[in-house]
């Protein structure tokens, strides 16, 4: 039997969303295996953040990117867990730099194709050892036959 700390859970997203407009990616990511929790502020319990592997923020203003990265990293118990931006694709290169600099993993066009975004959760994931997860199998469509 496994103890606690050995047993892989399903990949968990809190996706942050102030911007409230509506975006496809949370729903479709859950299409994909992934467990995703759309919020649109930061949670109140410090510990909360605990329960995920990834946090995904929908930045409004890329000026703050900076500084909002870096008050996220800072958050008690957020330690090396993944942290990706999601940006106008208007935004320009030297701000998506200086996102990246200051604490987000990746920055990407809000627009991008949710393949694009889970392809670049997985790969940094498995440069994080401590935040194993797993997705499961998707589900087989049965031929209409």
């Known amino acids: ?4 700390s050995e047993v892989v859970k399903q990949c968990a997203v809190m996706f942050v969303n102030p911007v409230r407009d509506r975006t496809p990616h ?3 990511m859950r299409g994909m295996g992934f467990l ?8 109140t319990d410090p510990a909360a953040v605990r329960d995920y592997h990834v946090v995904v923020v929908r930045v409004k203003d890329i ?6 990265a870096a008050r996220i990293r800072a958050k008690p118990h957020f330690g090396r867990r993944l942290l990706i931006a999601l940006v106008p694709a208007s935004t320009a290169q030297p701000d998506r730099r200086a996102a990246e600099a200051s604490g987000f993993d990746e920055v990407l066009n809000d627009g991008c194709d949710t393949r694009h975004l889970t392809t670049r959760i997985v790969r940094g994931l498995r440069t994080r050892s401590e935040l194993r997860c797993v997705l499961p ?3 087989r469509r049965s031929s209409a036959a």
């Open 1 to 4: 039997m496994k103890a606690e």
């Open 26 to 28: 949370p729903e479709e």
């Open 36 to 43: 995703v929790h759309e919020i649109t502020d930061w949670p």
């Open 137 to 139: 199998p998707p589900e």
């Open 63 to 68: 000026e703050t990117a900076p500084m909002l």
